[in-house]
């Protein structure tokens, strides 16, 4: 059997990023590092290691679909990985950071006041106010933690879904992080040649 290395672990990072979420609104900054991290990687170490070792979402839903059995494991529809698809829900994921990171600013510069509310499946508004505790930090602080939060979660339950109906790791077909770094993985390659 292969030997486990610590990497092979991470997917308990994505559970208790959530949980810790869950009481404390304020450590969904921590979520920052799988988005600079992926970005990072590609640019500097040009290659996809993040995806390949190091992404605790992918892991999960690796684990959750083909160990406990939870996917059907029924072909990923073509329209899923075609390339309109896939950028254009990279640009759709864009729009949505841009416009939490537009709602911080705004919180920031006192045009509007916190709003403790989380968005699942970018419309569904859950009001989410026990985790946060007020004057533990600033409310723009705050409005991030819980845009962002809002993304992660949303983000993985798409990401559950398209396990559940087809491949364990179908998100991985359209993961905005996973389309932009294999878009500076080609630059790369591109650049070499
Ligand atoms: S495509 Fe996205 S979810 Fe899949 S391994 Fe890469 S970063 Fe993780």
Known sequence: MKQKRWYDYLWLWSI??????????????????????PLAISLFAKNKAFCNSFCGRGQLLNLLGSKFKLSRNKPTPKWIYSKWFRYGFLIFFLVIFIQMVFSTYLVFSGATSL?????????????????YTA???SPWIAQFAFG???????????????????RPRTWCSFCPMGTMTQMICKAHNHKEQ
């Open 16 to 37: 208790i990023f959530f949980i810790l979420g869950f009481f404390n609104i304020l450590f969904a900054w921590l979520g920052m590092i799988e988005f600079i991290l």
């Open 115 to 131: 709003n403790t509310v989380i968005k699942l499946l970018w419309t569904i508004k859950v009001p989410w106010h026990w985790p």
């Open 135 to 137: 004057n533990l930090a």
């Open 148 to 166: 962002f939060y809002s993304i992660m979660l949303t983000s993985t339950i798409l990401g559950i879904v398209v396990m559940l109906l087809y």
